[in-house]
């Protein structure tokens, strides 16, 4: 029995670390950086200063000992898609493969999230019972709030009952420019 724990103790102790392609890029709003594994895209900053710092701060929380590769890699399409929405070329993000990383709570509001048409808003209550948890409109708040995808689950499209323009991590002015820009403004 003592050699089958340390056998299985040893395997994972030497199992390969989870591949991530982490990239740094230019776009119309500032630089960005975006990481994916092969599943899809894990993270991504929002537009301007320390984004590239902000990713690998989610990497650390998101995918623990990662061998991260820096460079375009496979993440040279997903940024174009970043850019392109950026520069108001792209409507929509959702055709993006992602590898979302969080709790079943999280995941079905940022799935929710992803199914608001490009240039629409939400209300944090219709976002919460959209997401199967009705009642839940703060702990909705509080999901957008960790989401580290922010362009391509668009929590940027989130309002507040009343259909004022509420909290956003990259600030108000950048949260209505991302509106502007999905109304064709």
């Avoid at 000992?65 to 520069?87: D, K, Q, S, Y």
């Avoid at 919460?128 to 009642?135: D, Q, V």
Wanted: charged share 25%; proline share 8%.
């Amino acid at each position: 029995m003592r050699r089958n724990v340390a056998t299985r103790a040893t395997a994972r102790a030497v199992s390969p670390a989870e591949d991530v392609h982490l990239t740094e890029f230019d776009t119309p709003l500032g630089r960005m950086a975006l990481a994916s594994t092969p599943r899809g895209v894990v993270a991504c900053s929002l537009p301007g200063a320390g984004a590239g710092a902000q990713v690998r701060r989610e990497l650390r929380r998101r995918v623990p000992g990662a061998a991260i590769t820096e460079g375009p890699g496979r993440n040279a399409p997903w940024v174009a898609a970043a850019r392109e929405f950026l520069a108001g070329r792209r409507r929509d993000l959702s055709d993006v493969p992602l590898d979302l990383r969080g709790t079943d709570f999280q995941r079905a509001v940022w799935t929710a999230l992803r199914r608001v048409p490009c240039g629409g808003t939400i209300s944090y209550g219709e976002l919460a019972a959209r997401a199967g948890h009705p009642g839940a409109a703060r702990a909705c708040g509080a999901a957008n709030g960790s989401n580290p995808l922010p362009l391509f689950v668009p929590c940027h499209r989130t309002i507040g009952a009343d259909g004022s323009l509420t909290g956003f991590g990259g600030g108000l002015p950048l949260k209505r420019r991302l509106l502007e820009l999905e109304r064709g403004a």
